[in-house]
């Protein structure tokens, strides 16, 4: 076996790429590396929140309709820290202030509470969709990133060939390996990334159809108590 190949094998492992690396591109994967990280605790993060909140939503909702009194609901339910139960509690606060008192305005009224749960529910994505930017964010600029360090390194990599005078193989292959491996690293960072905000953006927009589906049930049931209102 060739000792000079089982050398440059040893110098081509991440770890030794990385401290072989120029401080430039240290810095470069450093920061993909942080940037992954964080991607992927993002990832579970809303992985579990998005699942436990259409699950309890599915509760709730089904709850609601099962309901025969909607005050004893409201009583046992309004303090429930859920997009579907803010919803809820905004339509009858609205439905509370709009018919106190004598005579009502039936068409405003309804159009009153179109708008409070309509709010609620564009509140309730917001808070859901949060931290999504961080996502797409990591998606469109880690590879720009790592493709930053490729090019860094690769100029530091014939920096070196002329300073040598040498162009042969040994030379040149651990300068771009660190070059490329900067890609690597930003693909790795950015490809879970993109693949994540797909996916969980598709999720917040199946939830604020539910919310929305929610409300507009909710709706219909306080206009027809308004249609039986003298």
């Known amino acids: 076996m060739n000792p000079v190949f089982n050398m440059d094998a040893a110098t081509m492992s991440p770890v030794a790429l990385f401290i072989q690396a120029d401080f430039v591109v ?13 991607t992927w605790a993002l990832i579970v ?3 579990r ?20 009194d909607i005050d004893v609901f409201y009583k046992a339910e309004s303090g429930r820290d859920l997009p579907s139960a803010r919803v809820f509690v905004a339509g009858v606060k609205e439905w509370r202030e709009s018919t106190v008192g004598g005579g009502i305005d039936k068409a405003g009224t309804r159009e009153r509470l179109a708008t409070a ?3 609620a529910v564009a509140n309730e994505i917001d808070k859901l969709s949060d931290r999504l930017n961080i996502l797409a964010t990591i998606g469109s600029v880690a590879p ?4 930053f360090g490729t090019v860094w390194g690769i100029m530091r990599a014939f920096t070196g060939i002329a300073s040598a005078q040498n162009s042969s193989l040994a030379v040149v292959a651990p300068g ?4 490329l491996f900067a890609t690597a690293i930003g ?4 490809i879970p990334a993109v693949i994540a905000y797909n996916r ?7 939830i604020e159809a539910q919310l929305n589906r929610f409300a507009d049930g909710f709706h219909a049931t306080l206009s027809r108590q308004l249609d039986a209102a003298r």
């Open 200 to 206: 969980f953006s598709h999720g917040v927009n199946r």
């Open 187 to 190: 693909l790795f960072a950015a």
């Open 117 to 119: 749960m309509g709010a």
């Open 26 to 38: 240290k810095i470069v994967m450093g920061g993909l590396l942080i940037a992954s990280i964080w």
């Open 144 to 147: 720009f990133v790592g493709l």
């Open 49 to 68: 929140r998005l699942g436990t909140t259409r699950r309890e939503m599915t509760r709730f909702d089904r709850a609601f309709w099962q309901a025969e």
């Open 45 to 47: 993060a809303f992985w």
């Open 176 to 179: 771009i390996a660190e070059a």
